[in-house]
């Protein structure tokens, strides 16, 4: 079990662990550790995998528009926690306050569009039928089931959040895994959708390095969305 707590303080992110490996964050600026995270077993991973299925029907089960009202709470709750954030992106990956400022509000913009526009987008809607002319043609999308997102260390709020949010805009449950590089932003994003009651029981947040990414993808989830290099991939 690992407790994790952000402030902001000149630490951001405080992490308390009974037993297993531990995965230091590291400011690249200092070269100073300022934390630590408990990685995830590949047991763990596959029992994630295996819980975010079993309650992938019920968000599925929600529409486009109750969806999109969930995501707006974690918009406010992302707000709200601003400073908190900056100071986390700041100390995990030596940016200024000023870029990773823009970082938050890049995600934070994305999240308001992509909530706007998700009922319209997602909609059931008819298409040309070209020869078959005695038939009705509809596009009707549907989920997956359960999205695994790996996400790179160079944004690792802006490139992480994204596509999380547009897979469960479209009704999937999401397995993220952040970068070890940046491990103390993974802890960071994990607490904010705890801060959404209706949200977090379909996000998990998987802490490790590349063995934690390859029980992700051996649980067999029914998408992986992967930012990164082909030797990574």
């Known amino acids: 079990m690992t407790h994790c707590a952000m402030s902001a303080s000149p630490s951001a992110v405080?992490?308390?662990?009974q037993g297993g490996t531990m995965l230091p964050f590291i400011s690249p600026a200092t070269g100073e550790q300022f934390g630590e995270v408990r990685m995830h077993t590949p047991q763990e991973v596959a029992q994630a995998v295996r819980e975010l299925r079993e309650a992938a029907p019920l968000w599925r089960a929600k529409t486009p528009r109750e969806r999109a009202r969930i995501l707006l709470a974690l918009l406010e709750v992302m707000l709200d926690s601003l400073d908190d954030i900056t100071a986390v992106l700041n100390r995990d990956t030596g940016k200024s306050r000023q870029d990773a400022l823009i970082e938050v509000f890049m995600t934070a913009d994305m999240l308001r569009q992509y909530a706007r526009h998700a009922p319209a987008w997602l909609r059931t809607r008819r298409v040309p039928r070209g020869l078959y002319f005695f038939k009705k043609t509809y596009v009707a999308y549907k989920p997956y089931g359960v999205v695994a997102v790996i996400a790179p260390w160079n944004y690792?709020?802006?490139l992480a959040l994204p596509p999380v949010i547009a897979a469960l805009l479209a009704g999937n449950a999401v397995a993220l895994k952040p970068s070890e590089v940046t491990a103390a932003s993974g802890?960071?994003?994990a607490e904010l959708f705890g801060k959404v009651p209706e949200l977090a029981p379909f996000?998990?947040?998987l802490h490790g390095d590349g063995t934690v990414g390859a029980a992700l993808v051996s649980a067999h989830?029914?998408?992986?969305?992967?930012t990164g290099s082909t030797p990574t991939g």
Do not use: K
Not at 14 to 17: A, D, E, L, P, V
Not at 221 to 226: C, G
């Open 14 to 17: 405080t992490c308390r662990s």
């Open 156 to 158: 690792p709020f802006a």
């Open 187 to 189: 802890v960071m994003i």
């Open 203 to 205: 996000v998990r947040v």
């Open 221 to 226: 989830p029914d998408y992986i969305f992967l």
